[in-house]
Structures are given as C-alpha cells and as structure tokens.
C-alpha cells in the first residue's frame, strides 16, 4: 500500500517525456531521418486530435469536433507532414507497423481514413504482413467506417470500453451501451479486422468492484484478444475535463488496489496471460509469446522496429538517436508543415546512460526481470555499474516485491502492481526536474 499512494512515469518511454527538451532543433531531426537505415523496417504513429465529446476521465491530447472542417484542414497538414517526412528519409522506407490514435481516428470520414491510407502505401512500402491498427471509440463507428478498415488492410483494433455500468459511464460522459460494443466487435471481425483489443478501467467514480468483475465478465463473453486494464488517473492539474469528476466518488487507494486485483484475477480465470503491468492476452495472441515484448508510447506492443515516426500534432517519434516531439497545437502544426519545417518542439538526445537505463526499465516493465550485469555488458559499462540502485532495492526486496541475486532483478508477483516503483530506482532524472506523475496504482 504504501508504494500504491507513491507517484512514479508509466515508462512508455525513457527518459519520460516531462524530460524532454523545449526548443529541440529541427535540423537535428532532419539529420536523424536522413541517416535512417533503408532497409530497416519502420513503424508508424499517425495521431488524429479530435473527438466528437469530451470523456471527462480524458487524460489525452483532443479538441472537440463539433464541425468536420477542422478535422479536414487537419488531415491536409498530416498529409503534408508525410511529405516533409518521406522527403527526408532515404528512398522509400519499409512500414511494419502502422498505428493509428488520438484522441478518436474514427471521427474521421471513411473517405478521408481511405485516402490517407492510400497515400502511406504510395510514399512507404507497407510490408504485406504489416499490423495496421486503430483506435476506436464504438460512438462514432458507422458500417460505413467498418468497411473501409477492412478494406484497406487494418487487422487490430482497439476499443476504449472502460466500464459497463450506466452509473459510472454518465459520471464519466460517455455513455456506450454493451449492445453498442458488442455490434462494433462482431462489425469489425466480420470485415476482417480480426484481432480485437480492450480497454478497461478501474478507479472510476462510483466504480465498485463488484461493477468492474461484471465488466469484466460482459467484455470476456466477446473475446477481445487483448486487455488492457488502466487505472484511471486522477490529475486535474494538468486535465481540467477531469474537474467534472466528483472527487468525493472516487474510490480510495485501498479500493483501487482491490479492483484492480480482482479484475485480474478474472481475466486469468477467464484464461487470459497477465502481461507486463496491465495486459492480459489470449495465449494464441503474440504477446502471450513468443514474441518480445517492448514497450512505447502506446504502451505494450509486440513491434521491435527501432525507429517508430509520429506524425500528426502531439506526437512523439523514437529514433535509434532519441526521441522528439511534434507541437501539440494544431494551428501551430499547420503553419509549421505549411512552411516546410518538421513541426517539433522538444526532444531528448540519448546518451549512453540513457540507452542502458531505458533498456533495463524496458525489461523490468516487459520481463518483471532484468540481468543486470548482462544488461551493463550489452552497453560497455562496467558489470557493477547499477551498485547503488542495488543497494535502493532493499527496501522493495523486504516488503517482497523483488528478489535481488547476484546480478538479477525479478518483481515479485506481489511487486507487480508497483513495478513503477521498482523501475523507478533505474530512473536517473526523476525528481531531478521536478515532474509530477499519476499514482502506481
Ligand atoms: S474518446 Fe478517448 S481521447 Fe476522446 S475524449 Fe474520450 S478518452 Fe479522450
């Protein structure tokens, strides 16, 4: 418990993205594009700002759509961010992955998704095994829509799903009843998008456990391969949507632990692989093995592409060189792709303690275990180079989170819920800078 009520990053990424740097040069990422390996397989991240209502436990980058104006103005800088993009790279760049989020893509006209899907296929060579895959919020998905993903190749979506319950979806502003999931799911799988994930939530106000094992027990009757079970997290400081939420309803740390842990433990039930921090797969799904799993900005994934691109407002992109970051706000996108300039705004160049220490959080997240030593070796440090995070492991070792041998980690069963916190002895600039970040758990 105590680690619970702790705050520690999600590690999508590391360093996190509080850290990364404002003013980051575009020279430096025009560099870094040109310098990509042609032969090495990329991925893609195309991110759509904009939804057609507020969810008020929304935590992400949006604007609301009220008119589809602005959406297509929006669609015309994307497009030409991907010329300033493919312009850059050498030759035409393979895409093994390719990931669509926002915000909701699926405000998105059928035409529009089409002709944007198109254009990828002309300026990248999209490997024909590729994973396309989108977010979708089941409110906005037309047949119409549904035809299209299947049409242009998309094989995985992912359904924010949250909670069941009537009480806790109009607490919450959005109100999707199951029948509408259920239709979605079976709409989707029928088009040929066949691998369905997910996404639910504990932590929601008035959400009791007993609601969230029904939700639990409803989404499982549909199959999804994947779940992703979040917990809600509460920072009205930095989203002010989330000031609709009555605090007051929301449930304790000690409650919150509890939902979180049954639900688990009825999707195991359920015969579901308990994946990393918060993702439960089917067995036959890659990521209950034996594909390696990494972690990025769109939490788990199976993609080992060393270099993802964002495209789109807000969106980060990783290079094998670091990371960078494009500006969040759409009329200073326009103007940046309009004049020809990548449109990013911070960024983080990695050095050598950086690559080694996102790697053996990667792996603490992913494996809840690391070799330390084989990790240090692997980047020509030193075997006793993490000495004194030995030594801050301790404490977690004697309230049983982690075991600590010679050279290895290994969280605990126990420790999984807080692997946050044991990663978070890894994290060279936390508290550094100050950055605030969601509860463990
Ligand atoms: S649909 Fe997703 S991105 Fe849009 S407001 Fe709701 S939670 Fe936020």
């Keep these: 418990m105590k680690y619970a009520t702790a705050r520690a990053p999600r590690y999508t990424s590391y360093p996190t993205?509080?850290?990364?740097?404002?003013?980051?040069p575009e020279a430096t990422y025009r560099t870094w594009l040109a310098r990509q390996d042609a032969a090495a397989p990329i991925s893609l991240y195309l991110h759509v700002p904009f939804c057609r209502r507020m969810c008020w436990y929304c935590g992400c980058s949006m604007k609301l759509a009220r008119r589809y104006g602005p959406v297509s103005d929006y669609l015309d800088s994307?497009?030409?961010?991907?010329?300033?993009?493919?312009?850059?790279?050498?030759?035409?760049?393979?895409?093994?992955?390719?990931?669509?989020?926002?915000?909701s893509p699926t405000v998105l006209s059928s035409g529009d998704l089409s002709m944007v899907m198109k254009t990828l296929h002309r300026r990248f060579a999209v490997l024909s095994d590729a994973e396309i895959a989108i977010?979708?919020?089941?409110?906005?998905?037309?047949?119409?829509?549904?035809?299209?993903?299947?049409?242009?190749?998309?094989?995985?979506?992912?359904?924010?799903?949250q909670e069941f319950d009537p009480k806790v979806q109009t607490a919450i502003n959005r109100e999707q009843p199951f029948p509408m999931v259920a239709q979605a799911t079976s709409g989707l799988r029928d088009a040929g998008v066949s691998a369905i994930n997910f996404d639910l939530m504990y932590g929601l106000p008035f959400q009791t456990t007993a609601m969230l094992s029904r939700t639990v027990d409803m989404a499982v009757g549909l199959r999804p391969d994947r779940i992703a079970l979040f917990g809600y997290a509460h920072v009205p400081w930095m989203a002010k949507n989330q000031r609709m939420i009555p605090e007051d309803a929301l449930p304790n740390a000690a409650e919150r632990l509890e939902q979180s842990e049954v639900a688990a433990e009825r999707l195991v039930s359920h015969g579901y692989r308990r994946i990393g921090l918060d993702h439960f797969a089917l067995p036959d799904d890659p990521m209950a093995g034996p594909a390696r799993l990494r972690r990025n900005f769109q939490g788990y994934t199976t993609d080992t592409a060393d270099t993802l691109i964002g495209l789109g407002a807000s969106s980060i992109s990783a290079l094998p060189q670091g990371y960078v970051q494009n500006v969040t706000e759409t009329g200073a996108y326009a103007r940046a792709v309009r004049d020809g300039v990548l449109p990013v705004v911070k960024g983080r160049v990695l050095d050598d303690d950086d690559r080694l220490r996102r790697s053996v959080i990667e792996r603490l997240m992913c494996d809840l275990e690391v070799d330390l030593v084989e990790e240090a070796q692997r980047f020509g440090a030193q075997p006793d180079y993490f000495e004194p995070e030995m030594a801050r492991l301790s404490d977690l070792q004697d309230d049983g989170l982690v075991v600590i041998s010679d050279r290895c980690v290994v969280i605990t069963e126990a420790g999984r819920p807080v692997?946050?916190?044991?990663?978070?002895?890894?994290?060279?600039?936390?508290?550094?800078?100050?950055?605030?970040?969601?509860?463990?758990?």
């Design 78 to 103: 994307l497009l030409a961010e991907i010329d300033l993009v493919t312009g850059t790279m050498p030759g035409r760049q393979r895409v093994a992955h390719v990931h669509w989020g926002g915000g």
């Design 17 to 24: 993205a509080p850290h990364f740097q404002k003013g980051f």
């Design 135 to 161: 977010e979708i919020d089941p409110r906005t998905l037309s047949d119409e829509l549904i035809a299209v993903l299947g049409g242009e190749g998309f094989n995985r979506a992912s359904l924010g799903v």
């Design 419 to 441: 692997m946050r916190a044991v990663a978070s002895v890894f994290d060279a600039y936390l508290n550094v800078e100050g950055a605030r970040h969601s509860k463990i758990a």
